[in-house]
């Protein structure tokens, strides 16, 4: 079974630092993987996707991840950080071709400090 | 488009009760995955419709069932409501009419709270 491991519950970053979080996955398989975002008492937001390609992925809100296969990582990073990116942050796995069985994280909370 | 919606947004239980929650997709999505989000265990995978079909089911208890309707709505029941079933309930919807991925577009969930 694929499974997701998220490097730290809480991360705190100062506004305008670099963010930076972790996750790293076991696949025996390629899988897709994913960065969503989770604003208290809301659903989830994806941020990004990486299927199949190149291997730096953009996504919204000036975010990116990076899939390296050799280090089974996904890491998503943004150079600036914004008081406004204050949330939850889960990163998921699915199974290539398994339909919509995603396999999450268990979230990284990112604090915004002044 | 509007968006997922879910009803209802919040909802309070006694232990031994039945609940039923629904999901509207957006308009032309046809496949619906629930999740359960709790503290303890995160986020994890109930089931996925497509078609009025289950297409994929995680490893929940025979407790916990759902269904879709022909307009692509969905379902989920939880009978016999245990305290550890007190938890947010995430609907996504998604367009695709294949097994390939799709973005899952997530509404903001049902809240149970099993007494």
């Known amino acids: 079974a694929q499974s997701v491991t998220q490097l730290g519950s809480h991360v705190s970053v100062s506004e305008g630092a670099l963010v930076l979080l972790r996750c790293n996955y076991s696949?025996?398989?390629?899988?897709?993987l994913f960065w969503y975002v989770q604003y208290p008492n809301q659903g989830l937001q994806l941020l990004l996707k990486y299927t199949t390609g190149a291997t730096l992925v953009k996504g919204i809100n000036g975010f990116e991840a990076e899939f390296k296969k050799s280090e089974t990582s996904f890491h998503l990073t943004k150079p600036s950080a914004h008081m406004s990116d204050a949330a939850e942050y889960f990163c998921a796995v699915s199974p290539a071709n398994s339909g919509y069985a995603l396999n999450f994280g268990k979230g990284t909370s990112l604090l915004v400090t002044p | 488009k509007a968006g997922v919606t879910q009803t209802p947004r919040y909802l309070i239980k006694t232990r031994g009760q039945q609940v039923t929650l629904s999901c509207s997709p957006i308009?032309?999505?046809?496949?619906v995955s629930w999740y359960q989000q709790t503290p303890g265990q995160g986020l994890q995978f109930l089931f996925e419709?497509?078609?009025?079909?289950?297409?994929n089911k995680g490893n929940f208890p025979g407790r916990f069932s759902g269904r879709q309707f022909s307009n692509s709505r969905s379902e989920m029941n939880v009978s016999t409501l245990e305290l550890g079933d007190s938890a947010l309930y995430l609907c996504a919807s998604s367009p695709t009419s294949s097994s390939s991925y799709n973005e899952q577009f997530f509404g903001p969930g049902t809240r149970l709270t099993v007494l």
């Open positions: 419709y497509f078609s009025e079909t289950q297409r």
């Open positions: 308009s032309g999505h046809r496949s």
């Open positions: 696949s025996s398989v390629p899988p897709y």
